[in-house]
């Protein structure tokens, strides 16, 4: 009864302070000195090394468009935008990744990272980061920014016409290609970035072998009933064209365990369950998360998110990649994102504070820290607007 009553005190308490005074002008200041422990001056993340975990980095403005149609959790948009600048959080894992994508040897089969951690840890913005350096690096993108809106909220379906008993997403295939070509404007220019083979559409339409790559992404687009056999296609003119040299290659897959989950939301013409491995995306991106080519590397996530709620019940990838998914993955380097370190919270609390987004009172930390358990979405939540 007393520990359900203190329980109850600190929750109302931090929860008064946090909502009815967040902009109060009697905030805490924030001198230089403790500025400068939690904003990086480094904005690059080329140049981030384990020096600047903790710390938090501004993307400029002009390099946000590679999140201009996914990447970012909308809740963290939404507080984004609110603060007016977009600044991440270089943590651990994601500098451990980074790492090592500076030193694999890329004339060996692709690396295949399986970032995990419980709900609400951070993984999204782990992605985000390793996308970024990925950006100022000049690899070819290859993003997935959530599965699990293909698997759980498609757009439309329809029967694929030259597949039999598989199923086309060509709304989300479309809408994934413009997000292809927007994250890699800068390099589809190349003219060595050409197809390696005839692709033949109807008796009236024709990709020609020869033609830009960007033909094959527009074809996507502007046709919607090849949508998905475009983006097979894409999938493997990529792996061409990075086995030849001409690029270097970023897969990135967030809620990647989706694409092994059966128990999915779309439904044939008889309300018949469509599995996975029937849809025809799903065919793109496990060919292009395989180890049969090189010059790229892989880098995906798995979340319990990603499927129903009743099966949330470990986070660990073995559960949630299931038998086939663990198999189609193995071998490959797991990088588990924890909660936050005191560092990290400390860093995150004085960065509300320099937003004037939360007022400073005595062992508020302590206190949010109890009741966020240290986890970064829960502690979003709690200083979250009314």
């Keep these: 009864m007393i520990k359900s009553f203190a329980s109850e005190y600190i929750f109302r308490r931090a929860y008064s302070v946090l909502q009815c005074t967040r902009f109060s002008t009697a905030s805490q200041p924030i001198t230089e000195s403790k500025l400068q422990s939690f904003r990086s001056e480094e904005n690059d993340p080329l140049k981030h090394t384990l020096d600047h975990v903790g710390q938090f980095y501004r993307i400029p403005e002009e390099e946000k468009n590679i999140f201009l149609y996914g990447g970012l959790p909308k809740s963290f ?82 029967s ?55 033909e094959l992404v527009d074809h996507g687009v502007n046709r919607l009933k090849y949508a998905s056999e475009c983006v097979v296609g894409l999938a493997e003119e990529i792996k061409h064209l990075s086995r030849s040299g001409h690029c270097k290659t970023l897969v990135a ?39 049969d080519w090189n010059n790229a590397a892989i880098v995906t996530t798995v979340d319990e998110i990603a499927i129903a709620e009743q099966d949330h019940k470990s986070h660990l990838p073995r559960y949630l990649l299931r038998k086939e998914g663990f198999e189609h993955m193995d071998p490959f380097i797991p990088i588990f994102v924890d909660n ?42 709690l200083c979250a607007s009314l």
């Design 77 to 158: 948009e939404i507080q984004a935008k609110t603060f007016n600048e977009t600044c991440l959080m270089i943590r651990r894992p994601s500098v451990d990744v980074i790492n090592c994508l500076k030193l694999i040897d890329y004339t060996k089969p692709t690396v295949r990272f399986v970032i995990f951690g419980k709900k609400g840890s951070g993984k999204s913005l782990c992605l985000a980061h390793i996308l970024h350096y990925a950006h100022k690096a000049r690899y070819l993108i290859v993003h997935v920014p959530w599965v699990g809106n293909w698997m759980r909220r498609c757009k439309e379906i329809s």
């Design 160 to 214: 694929s016409e030259t597949r039999e008993g598989y199923i086309d997403l060509n709304i989300d295939a479309a809408a994934w290609l413009v997000h292809f070509k927007s994250q890699n404007e800068h390099l589809l220019n190349n003219p060595e970035f050409q197809i390696s083979q005839d692709y033949v559409w109807s008796k009236r339409e024709t990709t020609p072998k020869g033609s830009p790559l960007s």
């Design 253 to 291: 897959i967030d809620g990647f365990n989706a694409f092994f989950y059966p128990h999915t939301r779309v439904f044939k013409e008889k309300k018949e369950v469509v599995p996975p491995n029937k849809v025809t995306l799903t065919e793109a991106f496990l060919s292009l998360t395989k180890f």
């Design 340 to 381: 936050y370190s005191p560092k990290e919270f400390t860093s995150c609390m004085d960065y509300y504070r320099e937003r004037k987004w939360v007022r400073y009172y005595p062992q508020q930390n302590e206190e949010l820290a109890l009741l966020s358990v240290n986890n970064p979405y829960n502690l979003m939540h």
